[in-house]
């Protein structure tokens, strides 16, 4: 069983960074593939980035490709997401993810990242 704890959401202007953190615990983290995804107000939840074991491979959704990194620090069992270039349209509640099905491999279905483990969410508001 993985636990996760997000942080790092709040409000900021449109252009603007933000960096989210999730800490993980429960499992050897080096085992774990670790995701974020979101949900707008009204909207279903969708993924957002994913990053497998090492940081080496990592997957994007295409509405973030170019303005969001994912990466892990596996020494401090826990990942990140850096947004950058923040539009209105990502606020939303962010969620943190994890999955140990397959040591540490990002698992896909349809091209999806895929995971069983899920954090409680921080907010993340971008202003015009």
């Known amino acids: 069983q993985v636990q996760l704890v997000e942080s790092g959401g709040g409000l900021v202007q449109a252009g603007g960074s933000l960096r989210l953190s999730c800490a993980a615990s429960?499992?050897?983290?080096?085992?774990?593939?670790m995701g974020w995804s979101r949900q707008a107000p009204g909207k279903e939840r969708e993924y957002v980035a994913a990053?497998?074991?090492?940081?080496?491979?990592?997957y994007y959704a295409d509405s973030v490709k170019g303005r969001f990194t994912i990466s892990r620090d596996n020494a401090k069992n826990t990942a990140y997401l850096q947004m950058d270039s923040l539009k209105p349209e990502d606020t939303a509640v962010y969620y943190c993810a994890a999955d140990d099905s397959e040591w540490g491999t990002v698992r896909l279905i349809g091209g999806d990242p895929q995971f069983e483990y899920w954090g409680q969410g921080t907010l993340v508001t971008v202003s015009e």
């Open positions: 429960g499992a050897t983290f080096s085992s774990v593939a």
């Open positions: 990053i497998d074991w090492s940081g080496g491979v990592t």
